[in-house]
């Protein structure tokens, strides 16, 4: 659980998990292990298709909750279900209580459940003095551990094999062998007296389906038949966003469910569940079933312009299991109850901002949550939404205001930048990196070298190289962003070597400015918005065929972020689309528009390997284009292991959390430098910025380059 008063405290855990190795390996194996898994799953199915079934399926039915919850209640009572609503979790598990002391119950068998860890309800039952045992095998560990869940779906991922025999030896009285299966004939011993002698049995319920009033559960260990069968009692606690018109749209869900949650077809329980069964140890040998369904600002939820999406949420844990923050640090540290991208949106809903407000400033936005969510919830954009309304209720930080005051006043911002070129000499030492930065200033950033502001700004260069075309056969308006313009312009003036040779006409309009991106992820939205309106406004998109961006970050951000920013400005909205359809990337124009080819290169054979940016991979859905250019000019590619997997830059992320941005910088560097090449290539500034000032501060002869560049070098 989350418990940090602030971000300062917040840091310290981070770095108490950093420091446990074990749980650092166990994340990288499993975090290996699932997307090889995933993807085998999934071979060979629509999975953007089902996707989008799932999406609208789960939306439709969050938009008819309450007639849903009505249907299923009439439904499951006509069986003899008694169905229950609790507005909060605090009512929930008064609710349970009552149920159990009417029943004169003493001893509780439980199910894995999401819902009861929401509502805290092991505590509320044992405060009655009624005996509760989680029978899930994971979920048993951490209750004996007095520990909550580190994962929605392997809750004990965080422990080895030792942790879990020394446990078993101090419950049992024996000392156990440190033998996976022999601990699970352990478990399976001791917990098998608990399920004949519980009175109640409480489950939780993937699905509550209203047309049958039946409550189904996917599980992979048999407990939780055992739980719902055995005692006289059974209680299932269900949010009401579990709610499914029919079994079909339940089977829809159950196609993506276990494949993205642990890579199998299907799990290996699916049990349904339609009224009280016969039960012998019940006095009229019929068992006695409840349903309480949880609202707990799930109906609020469901009428919310932009949150409803959250509610299409299978808990199938997989936004975590691709996580690169959650790989180093575990759910103890990545969420409060629900943990990843998931549970920092969930926590500020179900929790409160007090437990959520450090949570959502740990999300580097690489989209792999995104890209991997069976539900199609824009989590990354919901997780900065989170952070702005709390910086909103709360105030915003001062370092937060600033940049959005500098970035707003475009002339302050670029004259700042200006000045710093200017004063940087003592602290350059004559090198393009900030050598001597006071520590007030580079405290945590060790682990690269800065880079210094260029001599010259792109601005002041392009009137010199523009390329002076008679008869264009495409016109394009480059968008440099603050970092091609001020630190790395010779990334754009590669580019523009490049459009000169194809009969490019380019401009470079003067007003741009930063994307705004830095502040968006600040939670700064009226600086965003003023930065993003001063940007489309720089731009005349219906005079250009394209607008060209170098930088992933960015042009994913005009492509995607501006729309959702200005779109509901009646005299924006028309303007900031087609601003948005003219957006694109620099390896997507010259591969797939310009179609350069391999003679117009001179070849020369070097190693090269590739980092994918975050926003051009996932945010764009780019991932031929700059592999297939980096052979088109000439260079052997070398693939390198998990290419895709975030830098660790994240803009201001790797200010704010540099311990985290260091270890994934260290595990990306180490996974490039695997590869032999001579050569890292990768298609955004920020980017570059990480990697090179990595390979910089160790010493390594490696290059990093702008793909850009070295295709402009290797023009004939």
């Not at 601005?459 to 962003?481: C, H, M, N, T, Y």
């Not at 910089?696 to 850009?708: D, N």
Request: charged share 25%; hydrophobic share 40%; aromatic share 6%.
């Amino acid at each position: 659980m989350q418990n940090a008063r602030d971000l300062k405290e917040y840091r310290g855990e981070m770095q108490g998990a950093l420091d446990n190795e074990f749980l650092r390996t166990a994340m990288d194996n499993f975090a290996v292990a699932y997307r090889a898994g995933r993807a085998k799953a999934f071979a060979g199915m629509d999975v953007a298709g089902l996707v989008r079934e799932i999406a609208q399926a789960k939306d439709q039915a969050m938009a008819r909750m309450d007639e849903l919850y009505e249907e299923f209640r009439k439904n499951a009572e006509r069986l003899g279900v008694t169905v229950h609503l609790a507005k909060t979790g605090s009512e929930a598990n008064e609710i349970i209580g009552r149920i159990a002391e009417k029943a004169g119950v003493k001893r509780i068998v439980k199910s894995k459940s999401m819902t009861a860890e929401e509502t805290l309800l092991n505590h509320h039952l044992e405060d009655l003095g009624l005996e509760v045992t989680e029978t899930d095998l994971g979920e048993w560990i951490i209750q004996l551990r007095h520990e909550g869940p580190t994962h929605m779906v392997m809750p004990a991922i965080h422990l080895s094999r030792y942790q879990v025999a020394d446990l078993f030896s101090e419950v049992t009285g024996v000392k156990q062998e440190v033998d996976i299966q022999k601990l699970v004939k352990v478990a399976r011993r001791e917990l098998r007296a608990k399920y004949v002698q519980a009175d109640m049995g409480i489950s939780g319920g993937n699905f509550a389906i209203a047309e049958t009033g039946t409550i189904a559960l996917c599980t992979n260990e048999g407990n939780g038949r055992l739980v719902t069968t055995l005692p006289r009692v059974h209680v299932a606690l269900v949010g009401l966003d579990k709610l499914t018109p029919t079994i079909t749209d339940a089977l829809r869900v159950i196609k993506a469910l276990p494949r993205n949650a642990t890579g199998q077809a299907i799990t290996s329980y699916v049990t349904w569940i339609t009224g009280p069964g016969e039960c012998q140890a019940a006095a009229d040998g019929k068992k006695e079933m409840h349903v309480v369904f949880l609202d707990n600002g799930r109906r609020a939820l469901a009428k919310d312009p932009v949150f409803s999406q959250v509610l299409r949420c299978v808990r199938c844990g997989a936004c975590a299991n691709v996580c690169p923050v959650y790989r180093l640090v575990g759910g103890h540290q990545y969420g409060h109850i629900y943990i990843g991208a998931i549970g920092l949106i969930l926590t500020y809903f179900y929790h409160g901002r007090e437990k959520a407000k450090n949570l959502v400033q740990n999300c580097i936005n690489c989209g792999a949550c995104k890209a991997v969510c069976v539900g199609g919830i824009d989590l990354p954009r919901l997780i900065k939404e989170v952070h702005a309304r709390i910086q909103d209720e709360e105030g915003h930080p001062l370092q937060s205001q600033l940049l959005g005051m500098v970035l707003k006043n475009r002339k302050m911002f670029h004259a700042l930048l200006r000045s710093a070129r200017a004063v940087q000499k003592p602290v350059t030492g004559g090198t393009p990196y900030l050598r001597h930065l006071p520590m007030i200033f580079a405290r945590g950033q060790e682990f690269r070298a800065l880079p210094a502001i260029a001599e010259k700004a792109f601005r002041d260069q392009f009137e010199a190289i523009r390329p002076r075309v008679a008869s264009p056969k495409l016109r394009v308006a480059l968008f440099s962003g603050c970092v091609q313009d001020f630190v790395y312009p010779e990334q754009a003036v590669a580019a523009v070597q490049i459009l000169a040779r194809h009969n490019v006409a380019v401009d470079y309009p003067l007003g741009q400015s930063c994307c705004g991106l830095p502040v968006q992820m600040m939670g700064e939205r009226e600086a965003s918005r003023s930065v993003a309106a001063q940007n489309v406004a720089a731009f005349d998109p219906a005079g250009y065929d394209y607008i060209l961006t170098l930088c992933a970050s960015c042009a994913s951000h005009l492509k995607h972020g501006y729309p959702d920013i200005l779109g509901k400005d009646p005299k924006l909205a028309v303007k900031v689309q087609q601003f948005a359809d003219r957006i694109i990337d620099f390896s997507s124009f010259v591969h797939d528009v310009l179609k350069v080819e391999p003679s117009e290169f001179r070849a020369d054979g070097k190693k090269a390997t590739y980092h994918s940016p975050c926003h051009l991979c996932r945010g764009l859905g780019v991932t031929t284009a700059p592999r297939e250019l980096i052979v088109t000019g000439g260079l052997e590619y070398l693939p390198a292991d998990e290419e895709d997997v975030c830098c660790g830059f994240g803009g201001t992320y790797s200010m704010k959390f540099p311990e985290l941005s260091a270890e994934l910088l260290k595990k990306k560097l180490a996974n490039v430098e695997k590869t032999g090449a001579e050569l890292l290539l990768t298609d955004c500034p920020g980017c570059i910025m990480q990697l090179r000032g990595g390979l910089t501060a160790k010493g390594s002869a490696m290059q990093v380059r702008h793909v850009a560049e070295v295709l402009a070098e290797r023009l004939k």
